[in-house]
Structure formats: structure tokens, C-alpha cells
């Protein structure tokens, strides 16, 4: 069992964007296909939620070929997985990607001599600082769902077959049922606390980031004059506006008002006129925001000075462009930009992602609602519709939440500084 596996995209004539999840002969596998075309896709699943099963199901695949187990032979012998593979599964769900792979090129090297569970340990003796140790639980839980998902489908779906005796059935009925329950006891916190615990940057951080991504600086990581304007432009939509990266690739000169000062944040779910093959998604409601002068004057300087200088930018409208060959700015290029920002910048802290700007808006957001003395319900109204939640939202909720922890912790701490200055005074 081959574990060469890996997820591609292919663009529809009609736009839609299609992940499929490719065997070591490059042709689509048979079971993750019709997988993903009768079970996620036709319930109208987004391409990124379709990509993420696949990806799950090659995490499952890899952890079978590390444990030598045929699940088709199973399948037909009316078993799927035991109690004690089902725990190493979820341990394997907690690894990086990379890890997962390297452990089953290390089983291979060695012709499956040494266990997986000691080929594990000696990855990580091996891969030290090359890897984070462990997912977030939020991701690791999703694996875990996709999985237990996708085996329950491949019962049911051999249970329906035309032939397939009563006792062959009942097992499989079985077999399914305990996957399930097996899964989900084992399933990690999904994480949606987290949040809470997810603080925007502080201001002084703040501060730092835009004196380094300033063009003229000498700290600047970017040599390229248009990398330099267009990734201070970008740290600026997203600090100013508080945008998912997705929003934020997706924003076209055509989406922007120069006039009225606004930008309009649509939805355009498998557009034809985008070319890149892993399209980024707005996730969230399309709303129109205002833009500061600022941010106006700056966005139509990059627009008139830096991109127009790029010749295949003039073939579509999109905001932000790659600095070779003008074409839309990709995710994976985003993340590059972060990833030089924060390794020529040993003075940023380690945590500076795209999202991560969400957060801080969200926090600053807060503070503005606090000075102006708003109201709970109209602060989380406000607060839902230019973060492109619905007002039924319980996200907004959730921030409102973690600011009342935060004037909480300052209220407790000025109150015992307080009684303790008044202890001093009667002593």
C-alpha cells in the first residue's frame, strides 16, 4: 500500500473548484471520490471543506499502510478497526502532515522492522525543531470526524451492496456503530474556547510591525519596491479592517469605492475569472465597510504606482498581485510573506499571522465600544455585521466575553492593590 498520496484541485469549465485525492499513479483513488462527489459535495460543501475529508482520509490511509491493514479485506470479512488501533489513530491525528509522511518513509527505509510506535519516537528525536510536536485540538478533532465519517460510509456503503449476506451485514452494522462511538469518546476539545485564549497584539507589537513593513525602513525584510508597498498595504487591510486572509485576496479594484470611501467584501464561490486553482474563499457574509483616508490614499498609491507597473496585473483586477508575473496574490504567497516577516525579524513575536490582525481589530473594537460608551446589543450587532457574522452569531458574543474577562482581571487587581495600600495605612 502505497503512501504517496496528495490532494490536488482542478478548475471546472464552470468555475467550480474540485479537490480529488490522487494515489502514487497520479490517477483520483475510487473510494475518497465517490466519497467526496455523493457525500460532501452533493450536500453543496465548499471545495476547502471537501479538501480538508480528503486530506483527513490521507491521513488515514498513511496510518494503514504504517499498521499493514487492508481495510477492503476487512470490509469483506465484516470488521473495520480494533479498540487499540483506533488509539493509535487518534495519536497519529495529532501530528503534523510532514511527521505523518516521514514516519512512514522511515517504516519503509527500514522494511516495516521497527514498530510505528518506535518509528514515532525516533521522528521526533530526528525531527527537533523542524516540526511543531502536535496539531492544535481544533484540527485534530476535525481529522478525527472526517475519518470516522468516511469509514462509516465505507460500511454502509458495502452494507448496501447487492448480495451481501445477513451475518456479513450485521457485523458491519456493528463494526460501524463502535467506530463511531469509539471516535467520538476520543475526540479532542474542538477548541472553540480557544478563542478566548486568542489575544490580538499588543500595541507596542503593533507599533513595531508597521515601523519594520514601512517601505522607506531600513528594517524592511523586502528588497523588490513593489513587495515593499504591497506587504505594508496588506498588513494595513488587515489591521485596519480586520479581514480573514480569504477576504483579503479576494478584494478586486472594482470592489473598491474611491468616492464614497468603501469597500465592498463579496462572496464569488467558484468564479471563473479567478485563475488560481485553490481560489480563497470568503467564508463569511459579503458587507460594504468604509475606508479611513488613509488607507484610501495609501491602496490608490500602491494601485498607481506599484502595480501598474506590472504587465500581467492589467489582465484582471484583484488587489493585490505576485511581483513576477502579476497574478493574483496566492494563499500559500501570503503565508510566505509572514514567514520571511517574522524570520528576518527576531524582535516579532513568533505568533504574527494573518488571523492574528482579526483578533487584534477585534480587541481594539472593544475599546472603542467601551470609550463611546455602546451598548452590549448594539456593540455586538455592529461588531457582527462589519465582521461578516450573522447577528445570531455567538462569535461576537464570545469577544464581547473575553473583553469583559479582560476589565474584569484589571478591576480584581486595582482592588487589591488597593486594600493593600489601605493595610499599609493602618499598620
Known amino acids: 500500500m502505497s503512501s504517496h498520496y496528495r490532494v490536488t484541485t482542478i478548475v471546472m469549465s464552470s468555475g467550480e473548484r474540485l479537490p480529488m485525492l490522487l494515489g502514487a499513479d497520479g490517477l483520483p483513488m475510487f473510494e475518497p471520490t465517490v466519497f467526496a462527489l455523493s457525500e460532501i459535495r452533493a450536500r453543496n460543501r465548499a471545495s476547502n471543506t471537501i479538501e480538508s475529508y480528503l486530506r483527513s482520509v490521507m491521513v488515514l490511509l498513511r496510518f494503514l499502510g504504517l499498521r499493514k491493514i487492508d481495510l477492503q479485506v476487512r470490509l469483506d470479512e465484516g470488521r473495520l478497526l480494533s479498540l487499540g488501533e483506533i488509539e493509535e489513530l487518534t495519536r497519529i491525528c495529532r501530528l503534523p502532515m510532514e511527521l505523518i509522511q516521514a514516519m512512514r518513509d522511515d517504516a519503509e527505509s527500514s522494511s516495516m522492522k521497527v514498530a510505528p510506535v518506535v518509528s514515532l519516537e525516533k521522528l521526533r528525536m530526528r525531527s527537533s525543531g523542524m516540526f511543531d510536536s502536535e496539531v492544535s485540538p481544533a484540527a485534530a478533532a476535525t481529522r478525527l470526524r472526517n475519518i470516522r465519517d468516511y469509514i462509516k460510509w465505507l460500511g454502509l456503503n458495502r452494507m448496501s451492496r447487492h448480495g451481501v449476506n445477513v451475518s456479513l451485514r450485521s457485523s458491519l452494522a456493528s463494526s460501524v456503530q463502535q467506530i463511531v462511538d469509539a471516535i467520538d469518546a476520543r475526540l479532542p476539545s474542538d477548541g472553540h474556547y480557544l478563542i478566548e485564549q486568542r489575544e490580538g497584539l499588543a500595541q507596542e507589537v503593533v507599533n513595531l510591525i508597521l515601523k519594520v513593513v514601512e517601505p522607506q525602513s531600513a528594517n524592511n525584510p523586502w528588497h523588490d519596491e513593489h513587495c515593499r508597498y504591497r506587504n505594508e498595504l496588506i498588513i494595513l487591510w488587515l489591521l485596519y479592517l480586520g479581514l480573514r486572509k ?157 473583553h469583559i474577562k479582560k476589565k474584569a482581571a484589571k478591576a480584581s487587581l486595582k482592588l487589591q492593590e488597593g486594600l493593600m495600600s489601605m493595610e499599609k495605612k493602618d499598620e
Open 246 to 402: 480569504g477576504e483579503l485576496l479576494n478584494i478586486r479594484i472594482s470592489d473598491i469605492d474611491f468616492r464614497q470611501s468603501t469597500v465592498t467584501v463579496a462572496r464569488r464561490a467558484d468564479d471563473i475569472s479567478d485563475p488560481r486553482k485553490n481560489q480563497p474563499k470568503v467564508k463569511t457574509r459579503g458587507r460594504e465597510i468604509p475606508l479611513s483616508t488613509e488607507l484610501l490614499d495609501k491602496t490608490n498609491a500602491y494601485i498607481m504606482n506599484q502595480r501598474s507597473g506590472i504587465r500581467g496585473a492589467r489582465k484582471h483586477d484583484f488587489l493585490f498581485v505576485s511581483e513576477d508575473k502579476g497574478q493574483p496574490m496566492s494563499v500559500p504567497s501570503l503565508a510566505k510573506l509572514f514567514n520571511v516577516l517574522r524570520s528576518k525579524c527576531p524582535d516579532l513575536p513568533r505568533n504574527i499571522f494573518p488571523h492574528i490582525f482579526r483578533h487584534t481589530w477585534n480587541d481594539r473594537f472593544s475599546e472603542e465600544m467601551d470609550a463611546k460608551r455602546v451598548g452590549a446589543e448594539t456593540e455586538k450587532k455592529t461588531r457582527s455585521f462589519l465582521m461578516g457574522w450573522s447577528e445570531t452569531s455567538g462569535t461576537a458574543a464570545t469577544y464581547t466575553r473575553r
